[in-house]
């Protein structure tokens, strides 16, 4: 299984980033493809979910400003953020969960400077 996450980078506060995660070799079906990030000094914590025919779910601190997204067909999750903060620093990584068991990607660095 391979998930390569692309997309993160260095942006001023309140502007924007687009990651991108396209996952191959699944062996099972996808439950569901989230990010987590993981900001220096923290734990790794679930950002955005989307699971297979059902909607998206958001920590509260993202709520209204990232928004994640899945083409189906590429097996590619997406996530949109906006009005970045620099509390939104950190290691943004992308999994997909199956009935088998969960995978992830190597990790896509956002900065966000004040």
């Known amino acids: 299984v391979q998930l390569q996450a692309s997309g993160g980078g260095l942006v001023q506060a309140g502007g924007s980033l687009r990651l991108s995660c396209t996952a191959s070799?699944?062996?099972?079906?996808?439950?569901?493809m989230a990010w987590y990030r993981q900001a220096p000094g923290n734990q790794r914590e679930l950002v955005a979910l989307?699971?297979?025919?059902?909607?998206?779910s958001y920590v509260g601190s993202v709520k209204g400003r990232f928004t994640i997204s899945k083409d189906n067909g590429a097996n590619t999750v997406s996530l949109q953020m906006n009005s970045l903060r620099s509390e939104d620093t950190g290691v943004y990584y992308c999994?997909?969960?199956?009935?088998?068991?969960?995978?992830w990607g190597q990790g896509t660095l956002v900065t966000v400077s004040s």
């Open positions: 989307l699971r297979s025919g059902g909607g998206p």
């Open positions: 070799g699944v062996p099972s079906s996808i439950k569901a």
């Open positions: 999994s997909v969960h199956t009935y088998t068991g969960e995978y």
